[in-house]
């Protein structure tokens, strides 16, 4: 059996990111250079991301309970 979730979670993703960016940040970093690092790495995470994620919050992720596999489905 196959079925489809959609999953939509605007402040999952916001968090997880901003966590992911806070956690890769440098040490000694004036706050206007964080700021503008964070900037560029949230745009960056969120253009690669959109390969998947629509409108920064909606996912698919497809199970397949014969093959136990679960696939987050690619956006076109």
Partial sequence: M??????KDPD?????????ID????????L???KAL?????????ERMR???ESGE???IVFDL???TATVVART
């Fill in 38 to 46: 964070k900037e560029a790495r949230r745009d960056e995470i969120e």
């Fill in 12 to 20: 999952g993703f916001y968090d997880c990111i901003t966590e992911a």
């Fill in 66 to 68: 014969e093959a136990m």
């Fill in 23 to 30: 956690d890769s940040l440098p040490d000694g970093l004036t």
């Fill in 2 to 7: 196959k079925f489809t979730v959609t999953l």
């Fill in 51 to 53: 390969k998947w994620v």
């Fill in 58 to 60: 909606c996912v698919d």
């Fill in 32 to 34: 206007r250079e964080e």
